[in-house]
């Protein structure tokens, strides 16, 4: 499995179509995913862009609101995190292989029909016969450095809502098998209020091989951190480097504290996407993630909305590598 900053061929976007979904938000969600969907596409300079809607009518109007060069395509699914339900695809070149994995609702909490069966359709759209995993799990589950290096929390991989009858060696075996990945950083918990069970692309990414970024606190009220402490201290005892990046810190919605994370940014070939909800520190972030990645253009867009779903740009997003 390869870093997301390795080039591109094209990524998949999924496209807000059910209301019961989004409920009084499904126009603001969709202009979010609109912005970023055209802010990837970087007027042509970026990897070609596949947004996918649920049915005609989702088509339609995302058709009305992205840039042209933006490609639309209609495919029956349940929501929108096709980095979940959509197919890791390995290897480059003739080499590569798209590996479709299990999906349950993220442990059950919401199956929706379309979901289980997305990975295996949308590898077939770039004439690839899905490998058939046959355990569960879900791409924000972990990020790759590129050398064999993943990182994924217990919170997610060890829950018994996935896989029960699968311990942490077997788990790290078949991450071997599936995606050639040797080595693990086990992070604990992830974000507060994270329906994923914890999915680590909201709480720290590889930004460079063995180079992890990591929120700090924004004040004394930030409900993480506890957890970010404790994600640089596992990371430092396994000899990988860290670079602290903002936090948006405390972030409610109707009086619930709610997973805001700038850690969701989605890196493409020609721009990278960065996640803001009008938090003292979205300026910062975005400078942040321009200091790492210096041939990018890095883009601070609002994810309010698309948040009231569970997640944000890298959530919605999977890309296949050159």
Request: aromatic share 6%; hydrophobic share 45%.
């Amino acid at each position: 499995m390869l870093p997301e900053w390795a080039p591109h061929a094209r990524v998949w976007i999924g496209f807000p179509s059910h209301e019961v979904e989004w409920p009084g938000v499904l126009d603001d969600a969709r202009a979010e995913v609109a912005a970023f969907a055209n802010a990837v596409h970087a007027d042509g300079k970026g990897e070609a862009v596949h947004l996918i809607a649920a049915d005609a009518a989702s088509a339609e109007a995302a058709r009305a609101l992205v840039v042209p060069g933006v490609i639309v395509e209609e495919h029956r699914f349940g929501d929108i995190w096709l980095r979940d339900t959509g197919p890791i695809i390995v290897g480059t070149g003739a080499g590569r292989q798209a590996r479709d994995f299990g999906f349950n609702g993220w442990g059950g909490k919401y199956e929706m029909p379309g979901d289980e069966d997305i990975g295996a359709r949308l590898a077939a759209t770039i004439g690839m016969a899905a490998d058939r995993c046959h355990w569960v799990f879900e791409g924000g589950a972990i990020d790759v450095d590129g050398t064999g290096l993943a990182v994924t929390t217990e919170q997610c991989l060890l829950n018994p809502n996935r896989n029960p009858e699968m311990d942490r060696a077997t788990i790290e075996t078949r991450l071997a098998m599936d995606l050639g990945l040797d080595r693990m950083l086990w992070l604990g918990d992830g974000l507060l209020n994270d329906h994923t069970d914890g999915h680590v692309d909201n709480l720290a990414r590889f930004v460079g091989p063995n180079r992890l970024a990591v929120p700090e606190p924004a004040g004394d009220d930030d409900p993480n951190a506890a957890i970010y402490a404790d994600v640089r201290a596992r990371a430092a005892a396994m000899g990988i480097d860290t670079v602290a990046l903002p936090s948006p810190g405390l972030v409610r919605r109707d009086g619930e504290i709610v997973p805001a994370s700038y850690m969701n940014f989605y890196i493409g070939n020609a721009a990278i996407v960065v996640p803001i909800y009008g938090a003292p520190n979205d300026d910062k972030a975005v400078a942040a993630i321009q200091s790492l990645f210096p041939d990018r253009r890095v883009v601070g867009l609002r994810a309010d909305h698309i948040l009231v779903g569970g997640g944000s740009f890298h959530c919605i997003s999977q890309q296949v590598p050159e």
